[in-house]
C-alpha cells in the first residue's frame, strides 16, 4: 500500500479560524488631529489579535489571512467591529478604515447594504473615511474605480494610505482623487534635516491643494 504523508496543522491558520469564529480582535483608536484648528478630526481603526496568540501582531495577522485566502473575510469582521466599538465608545469626528483592494472589489455590490448597517448603528456614512492601504497589488484598476465611485454616492470618503510606498501610489492618488492622503511615514521622520523630504512633502501639500 502506498504511503500516505499528512500535513500537521498549521497553528497561524488555526489560531485565525478562532479569530475570525469568535470575534476575537482588539480594536484601538489613533486620534488624527487637525493642525491648524488644534482638534481632532477623527480616529483610525487599529487592529491586533489577542494577546495570548500568535496573531497578536497585525503584521502576522493579515499575511496569514491573506496566505489562507482568509483575508476578505477577516477585512469584513473588522470594519463591523471597528464600527461598533467606534459608535460605543461616542469617539467625535470620522472614523478611518483601513482596507485593501481586495476587500473594496469584493465589497461592490454591497455598498448600499454597508451604508444601511452603518446607520442602524447610528453612524452616516459621512463619518466613514474608507483607507485604501496598498500592501497588496491592484488588479482590476476599472472595477475598483466603480467600487470607489458607488462608495462615494452613498456618501462614504475615500483616503489614500502611505503616499510614496507601495504600488505605484503617486498614480493612483491622481487616479482616485481621495478626500484625504497620507504621506508615507519615512517622509515624515526626520524631515527636519532632511531638505529633500521637505520639499517632497511640500510638493504634496501644493498638489493636494489644487
Not at 24 to 39: G, K, N, S, W
Not at 93 to 120: I, K, M, P, S, W
Not at 129 to 137: A, H, M
Not at 147 to 157: I, K
Request: charged share 25%; with cysteine.
Amino acid at each position: 500500500m502506498p504511503t500516505t504523508h499528512l500535513q500537521p496543522p498549521d497553528p497561524l491558520s488555526i489560531a485565525l479560524s478562532a479569530i475570525i469564529r469568535d470575534g476575537a480582535l482588539d480594536i484601538h483608536f489613533q486620534p488624527l488631529v487637525e493642525v491648524e484648528r488644534a482638534q481632532i478630526l477623527g480616529y483610525e481603526a487599529l487592529t491586533r489579535g489577542p494577546a495570548d496568540t500568535p496573531l497578536h501582531s497585525p503584521l502576522v495577522l493579515f499575511e496569514t489571512a491573506a496566505r489562507c485566502g482568509r483575508l476578505i473575510e477577516l477585512e469584513k469582521l473588522i470594519v463591523r467591529r471597528a464600527a461598533e466599538r467606534f459608535k460605543a465608545l461616542a469617539l467625535p469626528g470620522l472614523l478611518f478604515l483601513n482596507v485593501t483592494a481586495d476587500t473594496l472589489l469584493a465589497a461592490r455590490e454591497r455598498v448600499g447594504a454597508l451604508a444601511q448597517e452603518l446607520r442602524a448603528l447610528g453612524l452616516p456614512t459621512s463619518r466613514i473615511v474608507v483607507e485604501l492601504t496598498e500592501t497588496r497589488p491592484i488588479e482590476d484598476l476599472v472595477q475598483l474605480g466603480g467600487t470607489l465611485e458607488a462608495l462615494r454616492a452613498n456618501g462614504f470618503r475615500i483616503a489614500l494610505d502611505d503616499l510614496g510606498e507601495g504600488f505605484a501610489s503617486l498614480r493612483r492618488w491622481i487616479e482616485m482623487r481621495p478626500d484625504f492622503v497620507k504621506i508615507d511615514r519615512h517622509f515624515i521622520d526626520g524631515i527636519a534635516q532632511e531638505p529633500l523630504k521637505q520639499q517632497f512633502v511640500r510638493s504634496i501639500v501644493e498638489m493636494a491643494a489644487t
